[in-house]
């Protein structure tokens, strides 16, 4: 793929929500708001990581609040190109390429926008290799990288800069912004040269969505198994088919925590499997033993479908396959795991790592 | 007494019910009129038990008349898009993702307008009406005769909604008016999109809703006229001219809720068997389970709340070929012509259901050559496809109770390998209308709450009394309507513990003297 084309972006978005691990929010919105901004101001071209110069300017767009705001209050026209736009202004730097912060859900999609919007090519990458819910949980925090200086923009023209002494910091004051913006606001941070690019994303994930979202289009065309399809393509491993039997949440300071359990079907019959998750899924247990853990990737698809099933829309009743991927080695480390494994989390407990 | 009709595709059933005996039921061809069909219905159950028609209290309807109108974009008005959301939403302006067929079916145009408010009651924008009072005028030169009018978190604040119909309104006296926050639920492009098309079928609405009110007093029936909803509850007339679109479901929920009557059992998988398919749900305290996911009506993107169903191209019409499948492909409404036991030359189901001596109809001579072992193989074959399906419909390790309805049922055996005993109710061929007749009334909230600490108690009490008085305003008796639903989701990153509760009421229609 050397430019995303209107027809491309089905894909991009059902794969993205598959990297999505349950979070990320559904990707619908982001595929019309792609779709929108690829009609008014035509493909985004899209460059291969390696191929970044050393002095090139990359920032990293997303958006930040509720995904269940962003479905009631539609963004702006100008607003994500604005987020943009107002960091560059600030770093008094000019813009050669858009970045994704994140591969999953409605943040594989945003950052189409703005890109098209501000007729700059799109860099196939992201700064987690997934979803995570806060915004330091990226690969370039590991390489010193500040989030700040970060701006963030709202649909009537508010727009802010944040300038903070550290990462923590500048979540805790976006998250505050972000509320009083009315929950749905767009951002941009990590900006970065061309050769810190390189170094701190995980390449090819757009191009990973697009794939997986073909592969799971054609299986399900030639009546094959698409479960079967992205887990392979993603090398991981089928934990778990079987039925929501029940769904628990519960808020704890401001994410939805909570477990479904999945009673087993087919060769599961039997066995029951726990998935604990906070916007994303987290931990899964089978019959008390945790078989995966962040940061490795949780996925839940429909058994039949494969398509991602994300954690507000688990329900009773619902048949599932329970997947897990490996993260990128990078969050396997000490201090990615400082960051974003099963203790930072809350769970006491030594990541699983998925044979890959 | 009370008479329950559903109007479907190919047959219009009536039944006459008193309390929940059955006292007559008919079957009769749905006409293209609708009412001339349902007249010949009527006339039926009149032939079959005289009753008086002064003592009917209720007449219920199901109907896929508007449904279908949508899917063939047929005799939709004019419509307009109001969306109150500026600066928000113009990123995606209304009906961003219709099929242009039904954009042109509609000759929609849309106009965004300053107004909306935020997740917690704030205002987006002041309403701009000088706006809205240029929108009206342009409106009305273009000829438009309904709009819908959609705010964000309306289900929230409904305020801009109804002041921007009074604007309207005053302007356009002769237009129809849908507001969002009464149709449906958070999600403002599948909301708008429901409220768009419910505007669109506003006029043919109030044409079909005279007609069917013509009908039932032409029979000389005094008594209320009510239509059956997507989740098998009951509207009452004017609530059906309002909102059409709030039936576009009734169809597979009247089955299903006329099986749980017929059986006795309000917990149970209903399998309804048909002429090409059967459809399997699953009765939960008497009501559908619903679909998960949002649901495409004709190509649109909505967030109606269906019942969820999975059908199988399985039913009496249905091919049989040598060495053994059943369908999926059917004979279809050629089953009296194409069949063996009719003189055809087509192995259907039915001939193998008259052949295993479970059904008469046609002919039974002209199977009686076939083979023992073809027909055992068949009749195998259907039961391990439904109870399969029954299987994957289930929820939990506890056998569920299997209920057959439709003409199609005798295909099944009286035992389904891993879900027991097939209980075939008495009167399965009408269960639908059977489903119309005893639907109930209901009462709805979705909103987002903002719980503070201490007080979820009190909020879910106010959410749960809220929907329960609805369902009375709606015509329930307040005595039996009962919460049958309850659904609680905190929503992430939204501050203050946000959470979106759903609840549903529902309650015996109030019947006048």
Same mark, same amino acid.
């Given at each position: 793929m050397r430019e995303i084309t209107e027809a491309d972006l089905a894909d991009i978005a059902r794969g993205a929500a598959i990297l999505g691990? =349950?979070?990320?929010?559904?990707p619908y919105i982001g595929r019309l708001l792609a779709t929108a901004a690829v009609r008014a101001d035509g493909p985004v071209p899209l460059v291969p990581l390696?191929?970044?110069?050393?002095d090139a300017v990359v920032l990293p767009v997303a958006m930040m609040g509720a995904p269940t705001v962003m479905v009631e209050k539609l963004p702006s026209a100008e607003q994500v190109g604005l987020a943009a736009r107002t960091l560059a202004g600030y770093l008094g730097k000019e813009l050669t390429h858009i970045a994704c912060?994140?591969?999953?859900?409605?943040n594989s999609l945003i950052p189409v926008v703005a890109a098209a919007q501000l007729g700059l090519p799109l860099v196939?990458?992201? =700064?987690?290799g997934r979803a995570f819910?806060?915004?330091?949980?990226?690969l370039p925090t590991l390489y =010193?990288?500040?989030?700040?200086p970060m701006s963030i923009a709202d649909e009537k023209g508010n727009r802010g800069v944040l300038d903070t002494v550290d990462n923590h910091w500048a979540e805790r004051l976006a998250r505050s912004a972000t509320i009083d913006m009315g929950c749905s606001a767009m951002i941009s941070n990590y900006a970065m040269s061309g050769a810190q690019a390189r170094e701190a994303l995980v390449p090819g994930t757009l191009s990973l969505c697009a794939e997986l979202g073909a592969l799971v289009r054609a299986a399900r065309a030639a009546h094959e198994d698409p479960v079967a399809r992205v887990v392979d393509r993603l090398g991981g491993r089928r934990l778990f088919s079987g039925k929501v039997v029940d769904v628990a949440r519960r808020t704890v300071t401001g994410f939805a925590r909570g477990e479904a359990r999945l009673s087993g079907m087919?060769?599961?019959?039997?066995a029951e499997l726990v998935l604990r998750f906070q916007n994303e899924h987290l931990v899964a247990e089978r019959d008390g033993v945790v078989e995966a853990s962040v940061p490795d990737l949780i996925c839940t698809l429909e058994?039949?479908?494969?398509e991602a099933v994300t954690t507000e829309g688990l329900r009773y009743g619902q048949r599932v396959t329970v997947i897990a991927a490996p993260a990128?080695?990078?969050?396997?480390t000490p201090e990615g795991l400082a960051l974003a494994g099963p203790r930072y989390f809350g769970y006491d407990i030594d990541p699983i790592g998925v044979a890959g | 007494m009370r008479i329950g009709i559903d109007v479907g595709g190919t047959n219009t059933d009536a039944v006459l019910l008193d309390g929940r005996q059955v006292l007559a039921s008919v079957k009769t061809s749905t006409t293209a009129d609708v009412t001339s069909g349902i007249v010949a219905a009527i006339d039926g159950l009149q032939r079959q038990r005289a009753f008086?028609? +002064?003592?009917?209290?209720a007449v219920m309807i199901g109907t896929t008349h508007f449904i279908n109108a949508l899917v063939e974009a047929h005799r939709l008005a004019p419509t307009a898009a109001v969306r109150l959301s500026l600066p928000a939403g113009a990123s995606l302006p209304p009906m961003? &993702?219709?099929?242009q067929r039904l954009v042109d079916a509609v000759s929609g145009r849309s106009y965004l307008v300053h107004g909306g408010h935020e997740f917690?009651?704030?205002?987006? +924008?002041?309403?701009d009406e000088s706006e809205l009072r240029k929108a009206a005028d342009d409106m009305g030169a273009a000829g438009v005769r309904s709009v819908a009018i959609t705010s964000v978190f309306s289900p929230v604040n409904a305020e801009f909604e109804t002041r921007a119909a009074e604007i309207i309104s005053a302007q356009l006296p002769d237009v129809a008016i849908s507001l969002s926050h009464e149709i449906g639920r958070i999600g403002l492009l599948e909301r708008e999109n429901a409220t768009v098309i419910n505007a669109a079928l506003r006029e043919l609405a109030a044409h079909i809703v005279d007609g069917l009110a013509a009908s039932v007093t032409g029979a000389g029936i005094t008594a209320p006229l009510y239509l059956s909803q997507n989740d098998g509850t009951l509207m009452d007339v004017d609530f059906a001219r309002r909102y059409?679109?709030?039936?576009? +479901?009734s169809g597979p929920t009247n089955s299903m809720r006329g099986a749980a009557v017929l059986s006795g059992l309000d917990t149970c998988a209903v399998v309804d068997v048909g002429g090409t398919t059967s459809d399997v749900g699953v009765l939960r305290q008497g009501f559908p389970r619903e679909a998960t996911t949002d649901v495409s009506v004709a190509g649109i993107r909505t967030n109606f709340r269906m019942p969820d169903v999975l059908s199988i191209?399985?039913?009496?019409?249905s091919r049989v070929r040598g060495n053994v499948t059943v369908g999926p492909d059917s004979v279809g409404y050629e089953l009296t012509s194409k069949a063996l036991v009719f003189g055809g030359d087509t192995l259907t189901a039915t001939d193998i259901a008259v052949a295993a001596g479970r059904a008469d109809i046609g002919d039974a001579s002209l199977v009686a050559h076939l083979d023992r072992s073809l027909v055992r193989s068949a009749l195998e074959k259907i039961a391990a496809e439904v109870s399969d399906v029954v299987e994957r419909m289930r929820t939990s390790a506890e056998p569920l109770p299997v209920v057959a309805v439709g003409?199609?049922?005798?295909?099944? /055996? &009286?035992e389904l390998a891993g879900c027991g005993e097939v209980h075939r109710p008495e009167n399965y061929a009408v269960a639908n209308a059977i489903g119309a007749a005893i639907a109930q009334i209901g009462g709805e909230v979705d909103r987002v709450y903002v719980i503070e600490p201490g007080r979820r108690e009190s909020v879910v009490d106010e959410a749960k009394q809220e929907a329960i008085d609805r369902a009375v305003a709606a015509g329930a008796s307040p005595a039996s309507v009962g919460i049958v639903d309850f659904d609680e989701v905190p929503i992430p990153y939204? /501050?203050?513990? +946000?959470t979106r509760i759903r609840v549903k009421a529902v309650g015996d229609l109030q019947l006048g003297a």
């Open positions: 691990t =349950g979070g990320g929010g559904d390696a191929d970044l110069d050393d912060a994140e591969a999953g859900g409605v196939d990458a992201d =700064g987690m819910p806060e915004l330091q949980m990226v =010193g990288i500040r989030a700040t087919d060769g599961d019959t039997g058994r039949e479908s494969g990128d080695p990078r969050w396997h | 008086d028609p +002064a003592a009917v209290r961003v &993702d219709w099929p917690d009651g704030r205002h987006i +924008a002041e309403l059409p679109v709030a039936t576009f +479901a191209g399985l039913g009496g019409g003409g199609g049922s005798v295909l099944l /055996p &009286d939204l /501050p203050g513990n +946000a």
